[in-house]
């Protein structure tokens, strides 16, 4: 069948409408296309400006740009003014705020110096009696404990032992005497550290064996009472007794009674810090036909032990107080204990600042004093000094 013919006013208008819609979408089309022409010219033309091909062009650019800048209106001495002077009152603030806490630093760190100096006078005051009597004695027989040989029986000592306190030089005495002027030391040493990257000088044995004196009696080395709460008469028991093990202080014993030459003996040495608190439990066990150990006894400040304890062992000494009351704990044992025995006595500023004097004095002063054999089998120089020392290393010297 023949669809029905449209009218003529229905065809008009669908012409109409046809007509008009494409020419819309065309003028848009014409208008998204100019515009990303020009976009594209822009682009292209900032690129050349921004980012010229040649150095030429870059200072050319760079000498247009100051040469505008200085055309413009600027008070320059003003913007000076102010930027010196918004430095200075930042200055002086953050120079304020740190004055104020160092102040109150000092103040704390100097009332806990003072209640540490009261306890070494209190702990003194309490050996005083005993001790004079003592060294009055030696010292008629013929020895002191800080001038002489201070062997009752009569016989030198075969070696040294250096006592002070943790992170107080005596791995810089110990490394000199051993690597340069070969004083023994044995074969089980700790290795170095990040800490000590010279290396410690320290006897594996030896520190075991002290560790577990401290651990049998309930005690660590960072307890703060140390040299209060250990007993030396207990631990000696234990060990005669056989309730502790003593196989690491056989060896220990058999080391600084032994000579590698009948005629010509080379000392030996032995460091440990914790031999300032355990040191009367070993003199009794040397035997009585072993001669005691002559001692250099290393000091450092209190304020730089601290703060290097801290920084070492953050979780063992967390504050200065607790460095400082350690320092105290370990400096008290090694001059009560080692009464009676032939002391040199050093500081680690006299080792930093002149190494190799010091050093020689020492020996000088073990040898002559305390009649421990001279090392003959080697030679210190000054050069040897150099190049074993790192000042750098000291970090915490002086603050």
């Known amino acids: ?78 913007i000076e003014r102010l930027r010196l002077h918004r430095h200075r009152r930042q200055v002086n603030v953050d120079n304020h705020g740190y004055k104020h806490r160092e102040e109150l630093k000092k103040k704390a760190h100097d009332a806990i110096l003072a209640k540490v100096e009261e306890e070494i006078r209190d702990e003194e005051q309490r050996h005083n009696d005993a001790n004079l009597v003592k060294k009055t004695d030696m010292s008629a027989g013929g020895g002191d404990s800080d001038k002489g040989n201070g062997n009752g029986n009569g016989k030198h000592p075969l070696g040294l032992l250096i006592l002070g306190m943790h992170r107080s030089g005596t791995s810089l ?7 340069f002027l070969k004083y023994r030391t044995g074969e089980q040493l700790m290795p170095p550290s990040f800490d000590n990257p010279k290396g410690f000088f320290e006897r594996w044995d030896v520190a075991a064996q002290n560790d577990l004196f401290f651990s049998n009696q309930g005690l660590q080395w960072n307890a703060p009472l140390l040299y209060k709460l250990y007993k030396p008469d207990l631990a000696s028991k234990r060990v005669n007794s056989g309730e502790m093990s003593f196989d690491d202080g056989r060896n220990i014993l058999r080391f600084m009674n032994s000579t590698n030459e009948v005629s010509n003996p080379t000392p030996w040495i032995i460091k ?14 040397l035997g009585t036909g072993s001669p005691p150990p002559a001692v250099v ?15 070492r062992n953050p979780l063992d000494v967390p504050n200065i107080e607790h460095g400082l009351r350690l320092w ?10 080692t009464v009676g025995l032939c002391r040199v006595v050093s500081t680690k500023d006299l080792l930093y600042d002149d190494t190799y004097t010091e050093i020689m004095k020492i020996v000088k002063d073990v040898t002559k004093r305390c009649g421990v054999p001279p090392s003959t089998a080697g030679v210190l120089t000054r050069e040897d000094v150099k190049s074993f020392l790192d000042v750098g290393l000291d970090h915490n010297r002086g603050k």
């Open 1 to 78: 069948k023949r669809q029905p013919q449209k009218s003529n006013k229905n065809v008009k208008l669908y012409k109409a409408k046809a007509s008009t819609i494409p020419s819309r979408y065309r003028v848009l089309q014409h208008v998204l296309i100019g515009t990303a022409v020009l976009f594209i010219m822009v682009m292209v033309a900032s690129l050349k400006i921004i980012s010229p091909r040649t150095d030429e062009e870059v200072k050319e650019r760079s000498s247009k740009l100051h040469k505008t800048v200085d055309l413009l209106p600027i008070d320059r001495e003003r």
């Open 297 to 311: 006894f290393v000091y450092r400040h209190p304020l730089e032990v601290a703060t290097s304890l801290v920084k």
């Open 272 to 285: 440990d810090p914790r031999l300032c608190v355990t040191l009367p439990t070993w003199l009794p066990l």
């Open 328 to 337: 105290s704990s370990y400096n008290v044992a090694a001059i009560v204990n």
């Open 173 to 179: 005495l110990a490394g000199i005497l051993s690597l």
